[in-house]
């Protein structure tokens, strides 16, 4: 292992990098479904020979490393699979964009409701890129594929298991990590989507460091290490393995400060930078799919004239702050940083069903009070439902408080907002 700089980057340092990042040309896909938000986690099967001798690099060196990463062309396989500790998979669904209230999406192959499938269990996707404005990724399942394709002006997704199609159109010359006007935003899933959305919360509150080398798919790798200083946070820590030779992030690992199996942990297993071939991104609707064209679902209804319901569009899951959401309506952020926290109104202003409400039966009523923690303070009364990594509190009077961060952390937010 090779006696790597692990002396931590101020907030200063790494600002001015990061800014210059944002300059570079991304690799990630257009509207590839991915996960918002620091839900996914994963155990991939990495080729492992041992840690290469590298030449020593500062934590600063290296992110400079990811930032002047220029690769544009790329194909692969990479995996990714999903430890929130939740009692039940589609809980979530309520959470994501894309779900309607019953926590169903559209009914269409929309990019945005393929989002399910990646937070649990675990998931194979192949990604090719060539350039800005070609992109291709698939999930492969057992009998099935779905895929999103990016070829110049247009954006298709194609889900084999149920013979749908979405069309989106994007404007020439659209940058790759912004996605179309009409391709659903925001969404992630390589390695290099998640270390992106790391790498911009670091700051004052955040450590980084470089703690050794590793092989992730046969490249030799330096590792980052993120970590955060704020008290209160559920993320213990980032670890992100740079191909030594052009700065790509090759796997992104997010730990949990409880510990125990990582929360996010999305690695290549197998990665070539050759320029992929023209066809991978060809698409044609199979004859007798179903297509949906964008401008179908922006009316907000979907086939059954039923209302769409979704979070901000600004929602990005960004680790660990969630500023992205202080402009959106009905939203307040609490906080910076790793521990910050999103306040929420629900329309109504009512909290969940309570027992002798007559709103929910016994039973379900029981099934709800188990899945989370009864809690109280200034604000007045609520529950905290917790996964290993963003907990949520529900008040009686009709507020949500999210976040990374601790049940105690959600209570002193509630209550400071009173």
């Known amino acids: 292992m090779a006696p790597n700089d692990s002396a931590e980057t101020t907030g200063e340092a ?50 400079e490393k990811i930032a002047a990463s220029d690769e544009e062309q790329l194909s692969g396989t990479f995996k990714i699979s999903t430890d929130l500790g939740l009692p039940l998979d589609g809980l979530a669904g309520s959470f994501l964009p894309g779900a309607d209230g019953d926590g169903k999406g559209a009914g269409t192959a929309a990019p945005q409701d393929k989002l399910m499938e990646l937070t649990s269990g675990t998931h194979t996707l192949r990604v090719a890129v060539d350039g800005p404005e070609k992109q291709r990724l698939s999930i492969l399942g057992k009998a099935s594929e779905y895929s ?33 006007s009409k391709a659903p ?39 980052l290490v993120i970590k955060p200083k704020q008290d209160g946070s559920t993320v213990g820590s980032v670890r992100i393995a740079v191909d030594a030779e052009n700065g790509v992030p090759l796997k992104f690992t997010l730990s949990a400060a409880s510990g125990g199996k990582a929360v996010v942990d999305a690695g290549f297993t197998k990665v070539d930078f050759a320029k992929p071939a023209a066809s991978s991104f060809d698409f044609t609707p ?60 629900i329309p109504g202003g009512k909290g969940l069903p309570t027992a002798g409400s007559g709103d929910v039966p016994a039973e379900a009523q029981g099934f709800l009070d188990a899945l989370g923690d009864k809690v109280t303070g200034k604000f007045g009364s609520g529950t905290v439902f917790k996964t290993r990594l963003v907990n949520a509190l529900v008040t009686d009077d009709g507020k949500v408080y999210v976040g990374a961060v601790t049940k105690d952390a959600l209570v002193r937010a509630a209550d400071g907002a009173k």
């Open 148 to 180: 999103v394709i990016h070829n110049q002006g247009e954006v298709w997704a194609y889900d084999s298991k149920s013979d749908e199609v979405y069309h989106a159109e994007a404007p020439e010359g659209a940058d790759a990590g912004k996605g179309a």
């Open 286 to 345: 199979p004859k007798g799919a179903k297509v949906t064209e964008a401008d179908e679902l922006e009316t907000g209804k979907d086939e059954k004239g039923a209302a769409r319901k979704a979070l901000p569009e600004q929602f990005s899951g960004q680790i660990p702050g969630l500023e992205g959401l202080a402009d959106s309506e009905g939203v307040n952020v609490i906080g910076k940083g790793w521990t910050s926290v999103a306040a929420i109104e």
């Open 185 to 223: 935003k925001d969404l992630s899933a390589t390695p290099k989507d998640f270390a992106e959305q790391a790498l911009a919360a670091v700051g004052d509150a955040t450590s980084v460091t470089v703690d050794g080398t590793a092989q992730v798919a046969g490249r030799d790798a330096y590792q």
């Open 14 to 63: 790494t600002g001015t990098v990061v800014g210059r990042r944002k300059a570079a040309r991304y690799i990630v896909p257009v509207a590839v479904a991915g996960v918002a938000a620091a839900t996914i986690g994963l155990v991939p099967a990495l080729a492992n020979a041992g840690d290469p001798d590298l030449p020593k690099i500062s934590a600063q060196e290296l992110i």
